[in-house]
């Protein structure tokens, strides 16, 4: 008996095939493109994901007896927005989260509701990711697809009716919105008539883990799964990744390290104080019943290790073999083992929190004529660290302590930007046997649902395992901490300069 879990997420779709213990038995994966331009537009054609999404699917199970995956389970990008007909088809491409165009909508909220109010209320604070600003953007400049949409979904709830069931969205997803009151665990007609946003478009909310339905029969011939394949609410992929990752209690934190790095962990309770606030961190509902969630955002992680590498590095001499080795792994070997003396700060796509500042830049500091690329690519490695750091100070403010960390991600493959992080901040970090921690999270609740599993607590008792553990370095610690000092200067002191820059 296996379970399926599928991760849906900003450039890629994968799926794995887990079984009960958390072992893989078969994967796929594909990745798709985003549509964007200086507007700060960034979308995707959700049909083209969902025919993607088909075809991982048959990838992964192509040596599986379809009759063996009992349930399925999704995991989906944050925020998006696909405007559907009845028939769930899109009618328009999907408005991806980091999409940008809504953001005068910010100031909008100030001006009808009030921020900290909506805040208190959803647990988000008015930011252009938010799902909500951005179905106010496109009632404002595209009318025609607003009153034409039957429903405005996430890529779950989408998803869900391309697969013939009722089109549920779960809460962590929906808790995501800005549309939904956190304690009430409803969808919040309050917001919405304030903002003359029609009710209909919203999709039912429920639990993650709550089982749905079959997959309809002549889908589920063209997947080759079973007709009797149970469909189960999953989450936000940053919640099932940190399910995936173990964490089920307080003062545990994941480290996800892809195109983006975020730093994610469970609450007992909701906090909404000041330093939540202040700092743009969210309270969302978490996967487990009764836990809430939250996380820090650093908008480039691994994107900046492709930045290095398409403007530092020759890349024909690794396409034409004459490097036989891959670009990332042979890069990496040629860093300096010392703390670096230059400074990089990572904001090539404004800051992520605390700041989430849009006129943010990235910059070099501490060039010297015998500063060498591989000077620099040390201080990127070492500035998203920094960057998290900065983040588990104030979290710590707002009444949130991380003890134990746990890493997964492009980045968890990297032993050597492992023991920087660790150096860094000065905890052990420990990766895990399955990386592959969304698509985990997803399978997880789909057992669960299905009776797999006693309850989650017994899910990531059986299936999540500490691989390896790396310990802080005292000596290159107590060298780090004086570059840190230095380091926090940094976006203070350019602040206004790059807001002058951004003409």
């Not at 890529?155 to 869900?160: A, K, M, P, Q």
């Not at 983040?391 to 960390?405: D, H, R, T, V």
């Not at 006693?454 to 005292?474: A, F, H, Q, R, W």
Request: charge should be positive; glycine fraction near 8%; aromatic fraction near 10%.
């Amino acid at each position: 008996m296996f379970l399926l879990g599928i991760d849906i997420g900003t450039t890629r779709c994968k799926a794995v095939v887990f079984n009960p213990h958390g072992n893989i038995i078969g994967s796929n994966f594909k990745e798709y493109a985003i549509e964007s331009d200086d507007s700060g537009k960034a979308e995707q054609d959700a049909e083209l994901v969902w025919r993607i999404t088909c075809a991982v699917i048959k990838g992964a199970i192509k040596n599986i007896n379809k009759n063996d995956i009992r349930a399925l389970g999704l995991s989906v990008q944050g925020d998006a927005i696909i405007p559907v007909d009845k028939k769930f088809n899109a009618i328009h491409n999907a408005i991806l989260g980091i999409d940008y165009r809504s953001k005068k909508n910010v100031e909008l909220c100030e001006e009808v509701f009030g921020n900290r109010k909506l805040f208190n209320i959803t647990g988000m604070r008015p930011h252009p990711l938010n799902s909500l600003l951005k179905i106010m953007w496109l009632k404002k400049n595209m009318p025609n697809i607003y009153n034409k949409a039957w429903r405005i979904a996430t890529y779950e709830d989408y998803i869900f009716g391309k697969f013939g069931v009722e089109p549920i969205i779960d809460y962590t997803m929906a808790s995501r919105t800005m549309a939904f009151d956190l304690k009430k665990r409803t969808w919040s007609y309050k917001i919405l008539d304030k903002f003359d946003i029609r009710h209909d478009l919203f999709n039912q909310a429920k639990p993650s883990g709550t089982k749905i339905g079959k997959i309809k029969k002549s889908i589920a011939d063209d997947l080759g799964l079973s007709s009797d394949t149970v469909l189960v609410t999953g989450g936000h992929d940053q919640a099932c990744a940190a399910l995936g990752s173990g964490l089920i209690k307080k003062e545990t934190g994941l480290i996800s390290t892809g195109t983006a790095e975020v730093l994610s962990t469970v609450l007992q309770k909701p906090i909404l104080n000041d330093a939540m606030y202040n700092n743009y961190y969210p309270c969302s509902l978490y996967i487990k019943e009764n836990m809430y969630f939250t996380f820090s955002l650093n908008h480039v992680g691994g994107l900046l290790l492709k930045w290095y590498k398409d403007n530092f590095e020759n890349i024909k001499v690794f396409e034409q073999g004459k490097i036989r080795t891959d670009i990332y792994d042979y890069i990496l070997s040629k860093v300096p083992k010392e703390p670096s003396k230059v400074l990089f700060l990572p904001h090539l796509n404004g800051s992520g929190t605390p700041w989430c500042d849009f006129s943010s830049k990235g910059a070099i500091i501490g060039l010297n004529i015998s500063t060498t690329k591989y000077d620099i690519l040390k201080a990127i490695l070492e500035s998203l660290t920094y960057e998290l750091k900065i983040n588990m100070e104030i979290m710590k403010s707002a009444g949130i302590i991380i003890k134990n960390l746990n890493a997964v991600g492009g980045g968890a493959k990297s032993p050597l930007w492992l023991q920087i992080k660790s150096d860094i901040l000065n905890q052990p970090i420990n990766t895990l046997r399955v990386r592959e921690a969304a698509c985990l999270g997803a399978a997880i609740l789909a057992g669960t649902a299905i009776g797999v599993y006693s309850n989650i607590n017994e899910g990531v008792k059986m299936t999540v395992n500490v691989l390896e553990t790396y310990y802080p370095d005292k000596i290159k610690n107590n060298i780090y901490h004086k570059i840190y000092m230095i380091y926090k200067d940094i976006y203070p002191s350019l602040k206004l300069i790059n807001k002058r820059l951004s003409f």
